[in-house]
């Protein structure tokens, strides 16, 4: 009995397809005093599932950067669709304990890609806005992002697989089918005579 649930296991660990996952990751872009960098994302980098990580590391007094995101992709950045970052400083005062003495300062803030954000893949336009002492200056980027699938991690192309011949598998199936009854018969037999010795 045991043999027979040693083959199944192996059977089904050789049947098994290996699909190779992505680890969902944040994109840092830190945004200083010359504008923001990377200054944008070009496709193949990020999928859905992906963040980026805005960072201000412009320490320059009387400064904060904010990012705007035409999600709807009509050219306004400032529509019911679109999303802001807050605005951003460089640092944030702490009291005693260590906490923020103005709760809504912020360093960083991080920006889900997904639909569930309002953001659908695809290039997305987005602003870069620097307020210094009440001056403003405003610069694009745009950002690239594709749907999260998940491939073989060896994957064939579609005209690969119709060129395979139903043989060639039909062979290899056959193979390992016969390979693991061999198994199934074999084994209790020889348990068995080990048993009477």
Partial sequence: MRGIVAALCISL???SVPVSAHE????????????????????GILVTTDSLFFRNVDSRENTSHRILIDADGDGVFDGIDDIATAWLTSSCELNETGERIDSNCEVTELVYLDPSNGLLPGTLVFQHIIDNNGTFWERNFTVTFTDDVHTPDN?????????????????????LIASLVGIMIILPRLMGTSEQE
Avoid: C, F
């Fill in 155 to 175: 994957p064939e192309t579609e005209e690969e697989e119709e060129a395979e011949t139903p043989s060639e598998t039909d062979y290899a199936t056959i193979l």
């Fill in 24 to 43: 969902p990751k944040e994109y840092t872009m830190l945004l200083k005093q010359d504008g923001v960098t990377p200054n944008g994302v070009p496709e």
């Fill in 13 to 15: 660990i050789l049947l």
